[in-house]
């Protein structure tokens, strides 16, 4: 049993051990020749639940007997002692107080940080108030702080300190939950030094990171009954070591160094307790799975000011061929290469009944490897589950949240209407079809917000059922956006009628499959809790509720126990450290990932941290290490890191560096040749890699050239499209022939398309009225009849902007142009349209003129407005034939209500924001000869021979043709020559 004792009674286990299975074989031991009661005595403290369950799964075990009581950290806050401590705050309610200072403190310097990253603020607030309550560190201690060499930024942080002052004084009557803990703490050692319980009381596997265990861990050593088991220690490193690290504690070394040691926090306690390294004894006679192993990555993380020591203890390690044999370097070209190495491995361990483990802070890397293993139908046990966020209630809440800040788009609206909780009940079949008739009408209409009045015009004709779903969707979905501020409480609750309304659809009463599952009685609990802690918040706006709710909903994990494999598991470096497994792979052992990037203080930065006695940023590192020191020990281990992020070449990270750097300076020892051999390890696994996702190559296509029959051959085309037949034929065929379009935008954007349009109405209207009025051929005119078309018809103010900005560029070249044009003739006809037929080949030719004038002697000009650049002379005489066929046409009576007559000119008025007019060669190409030219080039179409190349002309490579995916143009180049198919 635990013999009582006035020395501090402190044990340890060694890395690499099962350290809830050898706690409990230590406690079977000592108690093992004392009765069955003797046992049941014994008060064993863990601090975690996963701790917990892992301890009652071992005794579960057998033999058979009674259990200690087992308990956690925070389960002394309900003892008797210390009923009258208030209870903790809600950590919800404590951050929306502060977001409402924050918003106060931004409103007064905006500059300080974004508005979007007030819960943000508010929760690193929350978390430094509650990390000064857990150390002892008073707002008195802050304030207190020497600014005078800091930058202005830190003088506001602790003049805001002012603003939040008031929760660090009324600490004891409304503290939080670390506050609470602490009080509780004080008050049981207090007791214990008059009343020492009589029973054993054992804390085990805290390393004692934080201020308030550390205290709890004092208290129960120096207990007559009382022990502390730490877990991963070092019992390789000499003392000399450990006089390094506790220089740190007595003032002999830089106070702030060695805090990223893995056994920093030991040599603390040990420096708290008055003992040495020697006063810790095993708790277990125990071996780690590799001895020698340990002694290796002992040496290899010696503090920094003494690895030199690798020099005259490297040689003493002898053959390293023993510590190296069970571990494995992979080093992938990529993430994804790392992640899909990852999941073959675990896939082996699977097919082998083995259990293996990732180890990994990196959530975007697990999550690949999870999505890995799906291809084989394991999914792996992650004890971090999926973030919430990212779930489909999450997602779903996130994005009807959005509806309120901004204005309702087509891609909000069927990104809602297409999420699988929309409409979850038994219409959900027809709600889909709805759905996607809507999003056919939406692209081909090319709406960019859809309203009310927008939306009626597709149930116009449609069956009463679908005018009952529209009426649904209208009336919950439209028109939600509110940029004033409201009460947090009234947002919540019309967010979470709207999310219910929505996921029940509109047949019955209730709330779909909103809340069921896990994931959504996650989500419930949740907004229960913003629900209860609502009145806190105060008004907010839409934008804020927005950011607010998606920060909260973050913060929510979503784990399902029982579908998971049993043996393939993916562990933070928290679950990692109670729990053991055959086969472990340290994922991710990169910089920024492993350890991880350390997250900016906005409130105190590392100096002032130190002389406020707060926890410094490498006490992250010091505890990612000691996980390190610990999963390294594993029977079976791999190593594995990507060479290159999507980004950038990444850096190895420090332990990874260290232990390869140890190896290749210790040759008589084998170094080199065991490093290279755990990297060929792991190479074979990357060519195992490499073999699975093998392919077979396939030969790239030809370009094509189809050759249709000729009945299938278009009869129709318009002049624009004589372009297109000439430069792209291929395009010609695929729409006329194959009768393909591509979709339609979902998100319309004022694309070149739509710039054309706008400006060809803005010119059309004017030049309308200033034929009728003269007295408005002027600049003020124009813009006015600009500021109404881009008013009514772009619904982008940046887009008006521009559109605006061009047009007041160009005024003066088009009014002086219209004054010029004027003098010579007058407009006819607007938007005019135009056919002429040809008997052979069959074929009618269609246009539209944008405006024809009539001159003086009779004669007709064409014009035509360009947006952009107007083609060159050049141009148009070989490719661009638009102006050039519409002259001919006229000629030939081709356009509605106009008599054949000569034409004078054509001319592109060009509205680029270097203005310039460019006329078609008339005179080196008339009328006549282009259409001779046309009805050759038909005839050369018809022929049954001839194919529709595709990209035939283009002019440049970097154009891009609306049919190039069909077309499979990247597969061949325009070098290639034509493959001739005929089509049937």
Same mark, same amino acid.
């Given at each position: ?17 099962? =350290? ?39 005794? *579960? %075990? ?33 951050? =929306? ?9 931004? @409103? ?51 003049? =805001? ?5 008031? =929760? ?29 319980? *009589? ?22 050593? %120096? ?24 220089? &740190? ?12 040691? #893995? ?27 590799? %001895? ?17 020591q690798w020099l005259s203890e490297g040689p003493k390690l002898g053959p ?19 992640a899909m190495a990852i999941a073959l491995g675990l896939r082996q361990a ?5 259990? +293996? ?60 209407? $297409? ?25 081909? %209409? ?70 069921? /599952?896990? +994931?959504?009685? $996650?989500?419930?609990?949740?907004? &229960? ?67 991880? !990037? ?35 020990? !594993? #029977? ?9 992020? *999507? ?20 040759? $008589? ?6 490093? /290279? ?191 952009? /650049?107007?083609?060159?002379? /050049? ?29 004078? @000119? ?29 009805? &050759? ?48």
């Amino acid at each position: 049993m635990l013999e009582a004792s006035d020395r501090p009674n402190v044990f340890a286990i060694p890395p690499g051990a099962d =350290f809830p299975k050898a706690l409990v074989d230590g406690l079977r031991e000592r108690f093992a020749n004392d009765p069955p009661e003797a046992l049941a005595r014994v008060e064993l403290v863990v601090n975690s639940a996963r701790m917990q369950r892992r301890v009652r799964e071992v005794f *579960d %075990k057998g033999p058979a007997g009674l259990l200690p009581r087992i308990r956690l950290l925070s389960d002394f806050g309900g003892a008797a002692f210390a009923s009258d401590i208030p209870a903790a705050v809600s950590p919800l309610r404590r951050r =929306f107080e502060l977001v409402r200072l924050i918003a106060q403190l931004l @409103e007064t310097q905006p500059d300080l940080a974004a508005r979007a990253s007030l819960f943000d603020l508010a929760d690193s607030l929350a978390t430094l108030m509650s990390e000064m309550n857990g150390e002892g560190v008073t707002a008195d201690d802050i304030e207190a702080l020497d600014i005078s060499d800091q930058s202005g930024h830190w003088e506001r942080s602790l003049a =805001f300190f002012g603003i939040a002052r008031r =929760f660090l004084e009324t600490v004891d009557d409304m503290p939080d939950s670390e506050a609470r803990q602490r009080l509780v703490i004080e008050r049981l050692a207090e007791r214990w030094q008059t009343e020492p319980p *009589d029973h054993p009381i054992i804390l085990a596997g805290s390393t004692g990171s934080r201020g308030t265990t550390m205290l709890l861990m004092q208290a129960i050593a %120096k207990l007559p009954r009382g022990a502390i088991v730490l877990p991963g220690f070092d019992d390789e490193m000499p003392d000399s070591v450990w006089d390094v690290l506790g220089g &740190a504690m007595t003032g002999d070394g830089d106070a702030l160094s060695g805090e990223d040691h #893995p056994q920093f926090r030991f040599r603390r306690l040990m420096h708290m307790l008055e003992i040495a390294p020697g006063d810790v004894r095993p708790w277990l006679d125990i071996a780690p799975p590799c %001895k020698d192993r340990n002694r290796l990555v002992s040496l290899a993380l010696r503090p920094a000011p003494v690895t030199d020591q690798w020099l005259s203890e490297g040689p003493k390690l002898g053959p390293v061929d023993k510590a190296t044999a069970q571990m494995t370097l992979l080093e992938a070209p990529s993430v994804r290469e790392e992640a899909m190495a990852i999941a073959l491995g675990l896939r082996q361990a699977a097919e082998d009944g083995r259990t +293996a483990a990732l180890i990994s802070p990196d959530r975007a890397m697990t999550r690949q490897v999870t999505a890995a293993l799906d291809r084989w139908g394991i999914l792996p046990d992650d004890s971090a589950g999926t973030p919430l966020q990212l779930s489909p209630p999450g997602r779903f809440l996130r994005h009807v949240s959005a509806l309120f800040r901004q204005k309702l788009t087509s891609e909000a609206l069927l990104t809602l209407l $297409k999420h699988p909780l929309c409409n979850s009940s038994q219409s959900r079949n027809d709600h889909l079809l709805r759905t996607r008739a809507l999003e056919l009408w939406v692209r081909r %209409k090319g709406v960019a917000y859809p309203d009310s009045e927008t939306l009626s015009a597709w149930g116009e004709g449609r069956d009463q059922e679908d005018r009952d779903w529209l009426e649904w969707l209208l009336s919950h979905l439209v028109h939600l956006e509110d940029s004033g501020e409201r009460a947090f409480s009234d947002r919540l609750e019309r967010h979470i009628t709207v999310s219910e309304t929505l996921a029940q659809g509109p047949t019955e009463h209730g709330c779909g499959a909103l809340w069921e /599952k896990a +994931a959504g009685r $996650k989500a419930a609990e949740i907004v &229960a809790d913003l629900r209860e802690n609502a009145r806190f918040a105060g008004p907010i706006t839409a934008s804020d509720y927005d950011d607010l709710f998606g920060a909260v909903l973050s913060r929510g994990e979503v784990r399902d126990r029982d579908a998971p494999h049993p043996k393939i598991l993916i562990w933070g470096t928290l679950e990692a450290r109670v729990q053991g497994a055959e086969l472990v792979i340290l994922g991710g052992l990169n910089e920024g990932s492993w350890p991880e !990037a350390l997250t900016p203080d906005p409130w105190l930065n590392r100096k002032m941290r130190h002389d406020a006695g707060l926890l410094l940023p490498e006490r992250k590192i010091g505890l990612s290490a000691h996980d390190f020191e610990q999963a390294i020990a !594993a #029977p079976e281990v791999w190593l594995t890191r990507s060479i290159r992020s *999507d980004e950038a070449e990444t850096v190895p990270s420090r332990w990874i560096n260290r232990l390869t750097n140890l190896l290749e300076g210790l040759p $008589k020892q084998g170094g080199p040749a065991a490093l /290279k051999k755990m990297r060929e390890k792991g190479e074979r696994w990357l060519s195992y890699l490499a073999e699975l996702e093998h392919v077979d190559p396939i030969d790239a296509e030809k370009r094509p050239s189809p050759r249709p029959p000729s009945a299938a051959r278009p009869k129709s085309l318009s002049v624009t499209e004589i372009k297109t037949l000439i430069r792209d034929p291929y395009a010609i065929y695929a729409k006329h022939v194959l009768r393909l379009k591509p979709l339609d935008s979902l998100m319309k954007t004022p694309d070149a398309i739509l710039r054309g349009i706008a400006i060809h109405d803005i010119l059309e209207t004017f030049v309308r009225d200033a034929t009728q009025d003269p007295t408005k051929l002027n600049r003020a005119h124009l813009m006015s009849v600009t500021e109404d078309v881009l008013s009514r018809d772009v619904p982008w103010a940046t887009a008006r902007t521009l559109y605006r900005a061009r047009l007041e560029r160009v005024a003066d070249h088009v009014i002086e142009g219209e004054k010029t044009r004027r003098t010579k003739g007058k407009p006819i006809a607007y938007e005019r349209e135009a056919s002429v037929e040809i008997p052979i080949p069959p074929m009618r030719l269609v246009g539209k003129a944008d405006r024809i004038d009539r001159i003086k002697d009779g004669r007709l000009v064409i014009y035509d407005y360009k947006s952009g /650049k107007p083609p060159s002379a /050049k141009e148009q005489e070989y490719f661009d034939k638009q102006l050039l066929l519409e002259a001919a046409m006229a000629e030939r009576g081709g356009f509605r209500d106009i008599d054949p007559a000569e034409v004078a @000119e054509a001319i592109y008025i060009g509205l680029s924001n270097d203005p310039k007019d460019e006329a078609a060669p008339l005179e080196k190409t008339p009328a006549a000869q282009v259409w001779e030219e046309f009805i &050759a080039l038909m005839a050369h179409y018809a022929d049954r021979d001839t194919g529709f190349t595709s990209r035939r002309a283009f002019q440049s490579e970097k154009d891009v043709g609306r049919y190039d995916q069909l077309a499979r143009f990247g597969e061949w180049d325009a070098t290639d020559a034509p493959e001739p198919e005929d089509m049937s």
